[in-house]
């Protein structure tokens, strides 16, 4: 009797062993199961909690899809998510951001960072924020975003170079050559905020090669060469007076004068074109009056025995100028 209560007692225990590892070996078994559908149930209130937002707040929902992304980058949503919806809700955004009055640059700088993230040379984008920067910004003379503007513009260049064109552009008011120099002259404008007249003087020379019809082009380029002029006169009128005024003027002397009069009949130049390619465009009254007047005491300077020359340079250009230059028109549409 003892020993059946003992071996009883030892088949219990062992029992008492096998249960709970028989308990392990199902439950093991079960938690893949239980771990899948936790991850269902988790990317299913992800999903929901933009879904309930999707229209009512747009910019939520934008910060949901990209947290449901991050969490479920292959999800059952990810593709529409990532190449549908964002996307086209980011165009939307980036679009009421360039259209509000004024502009909101930072939302749209944003905005298109992330879509050149995702795709570094989306041409629309590249164009729009160098456009409306140039127009928002630097055309009020503020440099506040000038290193973006100089890596949309330079970026969009390239692109333009190579053949691409954009959607936001319509196709019969696209003009590939008066499109680079706009683009040309927004990298002048900078590089003149700089004071790097050099460069600017050789945006300004691709911009005028590409639309020679733009007297803006002109106008920049005699502003940079007044520059030059202004800074040769200086320094020529620093040299003694004696030396100046010597019967044999040393090397450098005479070299310091031929850089006066070179900077003076390049202003010459590009302001006698300026005036006649401007001569019909009321939009540069206040400016061309300005430029008329340097430009004529300038002249004297240079040609003081041909007081009627001026004005032939002028007639000359103004011959061949053609219609004015209409630029182009920027869409909004981004979102394809």
């Known amino acids: 009797m003892k020993k059946w209560l003992i071996v009883t007692a030892a088949l219990m225990a ?16 079960a938690q893949p199961a239980i771990a899948q559908d936790d991850a269902k149930r988790a990317e299913a ?12 707040d747009v910019p939520k929902a934008m ?31 980036f679009s009421q951001a360039m ?20 795709d570094p040379n989306n041409l629309d984008y590249l164009y729009l924020l160098a456009y409306t920067l140039r127009q928002n910004e630097l055309s009020a003379k503020n440099y506040s975003h000038a290193s973006e503007e100089a890596d949309y513009t330079n970026r969009a260049i390239k692109l333009f170079e190579d053949g691409k064109v954009p959607v936001v552009i319509p196709k019969d008011k696209f003009n590939k050559n008066q499109t680079l120099a706009y683009l040309y002259q927004t990298l002048a404008l900078i590089e003149a905020n700089k004071k790097n007249t ?42 003694p007076e004696a030396d100046r005024t010597a019967a044999e003027p040393k090397p450098e002397v005479k070299a310091a004068l031929d850089d006066v009069n070179k900077e003076a009949d390049a202003v010459i130049d590009c302001w006698a074109r300026f005036m006649g390619l401007s001569a019909n465009n009321a939009a540069y009254g206040p400016t061309r ?3 008329s007047n340097a430009l004529n005491d300038l002249y004297k300077y240079r040609h003081p025995d041909a007081p009627d020359g001026l ?17 182009n028109t920027a869409s909004a549409n981004t979102s394809h």
């Open 311 to 327: 004005q032939k340079l002028i007639d000359q250009y103004k011959a061949q100028a053609g219609a004015p230059s209409a630029g």
């Open 198 to 239: 050099d460069k600017a003087l050789e945006y300004y020379s691709k911009a005028t090669s590409l639309d020679p019809a733009d007297p803006s082009n002109y106008l920049g380029c005699g502003s940079m060469h007044q520059s030059k002029y202004q800074a040769a006169a200086a320094k020529y009128q620093s040299i």
């Open 14 to 29: 062992l029992a008492g062993l096998f249960v709970p590892l028989a308990q392990a070996r199902v439950l093991a078994g």
């Open 289 to 291: 009056t300005q430029v």
């Open 63 to 93: 910060e949901l899809a990209k947290a449901y992304l991050q969490k479920f980058p292959t999800g059952q949503y990810a593709d529409y998510l990532r190449k549908q919806w964002i996307p086209g809700q980011r165009g939307v955004m």
């Open 45 to 56: 209130e992800a999903y929901k909690a933009w879904y309930d937002v999707r229209t009512s």
């Open 99 to 118: 259209n509000a009055k004024p502009p909101d640059i930072a939302k749209m700088i944003q905005l298109g960072n992330e879509a050149l993230g995702e």
